[in-house]
C-alpha cells in the first residue's frame, strides 16, 4: 500500500509518519530529506524543482514493487504531484490512501513553524510567510483529513490505523 501524507510544512506529517511507519514497518520516504541529500551532492547547479519528487517517486515505486508499505511524507501542493503519486500506486499494483493533515488553528500552526527545529542538517526551514505565500492548491477529490490542532499525533495515528484497515 501506498499512504501518501500531504500537507502545508508544520503541520505534522513527519511526527504521524513515524509513528505510523515504526510499528507496521513501512518505509518512510521524507521528501525534505531527500531534497536536502540532493542540494548538499550540488549535482543541479539550478534550482531543484521536482528532483525530490521524482526520487521518492521512483523510490516508493521500487519498494511497493517488493511488497513494502511506503509512507510518502510531503507537502503535495498541487494536483499534478498528488496524481502523480496515485500514477506510482496504480503502476505498482497497489492501494493508494491519500491524507491531508492540516493544522485548522492558524495561531498553533503559526506557532509550531516558528519554534521548530529540522533534524535534517543544513536544511533551512521555511519561514511562517513562505507558508503563508506558499501555492497549495485545494483538493479535487476525496481524501482523509487529519486536523493536528483537534487531535494530538497518537489520536492521528489511531485514525489513519483506523483507515487503513477499512481499505
Known amino acids: ?14 511526527a504521524i509518519a513515524r509513528e505510523l511507519a515504526r510499528p507496521i514497518g513501512a518505509v518512510h520516504l521524507r521528501i525534505d530529506s531527500i531534497e536536502q541529500a540532493i542540494r548538499q551532492a550540488a ?11 521524482r526520487v521518492a517517486y521512483a523510490l516508493a515505486e521500487d519498494n511497493l514493487r517488493l511488497g513494502r508499505t511506503v509512507i510518502a511524507d510531503c507537502v503535495n501542493p498541487w494536483p499534478l504531484t498528488r496524481h502523480a503519486w496515485v500514477d506510482v500506486a496504480q503502476r505498482s499494483a ?3 490512501l ?9 495561531s498553533e500552526h503559526r506557532r509550531r513553524v516558528e519554534t521548530r527545529m529540522t533534524d535534517v542538517p543544513g536544511m533551512r526551514l521555511p ?3 513562505d507558508i503563508v505565500e506558499r501555492d497549495y492548491r485545494p483538493w479535487d477529490r476525496p481524501r482523509l483529513i487529519l486536523d493536528s490542532a483537534v487531535c494530538d499525533v497518537e489520536e492521528n495515528v489511531q485514525r489513519l490505523r483506523a483507515a487503513l484497515a477499512g481499505q
Open 98 to 106: 491519500e491524507v491531508e493533515i492540516v493544522c485548522s488553528d492558524p
Open 94 to 96: 497497489v492501494q493508494a
Open 1 to 14: 500500500m501506498l499512504i501518501i501524507l500531504s500537507g502545508l510544512p508544520g503541520v505534522g506529517k513527519t
Open 127 to 129: 519561514t511562517w510567510q
Open 43 to 53: 549535482v543541479l547547479g539550478r534550482p531543484i524543482e521536482d528532483a525530490g519528487y
